[in-house]
Structures are given as C-alpha cells and as structure tokens.
Nanobody, 113 residues
Framework: VQTVESGGGLVQPGGSLRLSCAAS????????MSWYRQAPGKEREMVAW????????NYADAVKGRFTISRDNAKNTVYLQMDSLKPEDTAVYYC???????WGQGTQVTVSS
C-alpha cells in the first residue's frame, strides 16, 4: 500500500490549492479514502472522507463549504480542492486508505501573507 501526496505549497489567505494523492498497491476502487492534516504541535485530524464511488462525502466542520474531496478510480487518485484558505489551514496534509495504518509522506500547505 502506497500513497503519494502532492500539490502543496505557499498560498495567501483566501487563495486555493488542489492536492492530489496517487495510490498504488491495492484495489483503489474498493476502499473509501480520507484526507487528514497535522498542524505543528497538534494531533492529526481527518478533514474529508469519500466513499468508494465518490457519491458520498463528509467533512470536518472547520473545512465544510471550503474544501471538496473527489476521486478518479480510473487514475487511482483522490483529490482535495481547497478554497478560501485560512492561516489555520496550515498543516501537512495526508491521504489515507480507510483500512489499515498506511501513511504517505504528506504534502505541506502553508497559508500566509
């Protein structure tokens, strides 16, 4: 099981980023997926969840209405579109298969002026 996150960077408040997560080593379409984040000095938290076919989604209250999770099962990839970014969104973002304890290296998102 491997997940490789990309797309992070430095963005100003109010800006947007689109994260991607390329998955391999398992049947991607058989698993729900989630995005997590971990800010310095804080515990890792789940921010978004998507079911196997993309018809069901759920979000943490802190990101609801600003972030959108999606997936492309043909490309074994899950995405996180992040709009109206705030400084408190600064964190390392990870995607995770919702079974087992497999983590990638994450991608850093920094929201700052």
């Amino acid at each position: 099981v491997q997940t490789v996150e990309s797309g992070g960077g430095l963005v100003q408040p109010g800006g947007s980023l689109r994260l991607s997560c390329a998955a391999s080593g398992f049947t991607f379409s058989s698993y729900s997926m989630s995005w997590y984040r971990q800010a310095p000095g804080k515990e890792r938290e789940m921010v978004a969840w998507i079911n196997t076919v993309g018809s069901g989604r759920n979000y943490a209250d802190a990101v609801k209405g600003r972030f959108t999770i999606s997936r492309d099962n043909a490309k074994n990839t899950v995405y996180l579109q992040m709009d109206s970014l705030k400084p408190e969104d600064t964190a390392v973002y990870y995607c995770k298969r919702n079974a087992g304890n497999y983590w990638g290296q994450g991608t850093q998102v920094t929201v700052s002026s």
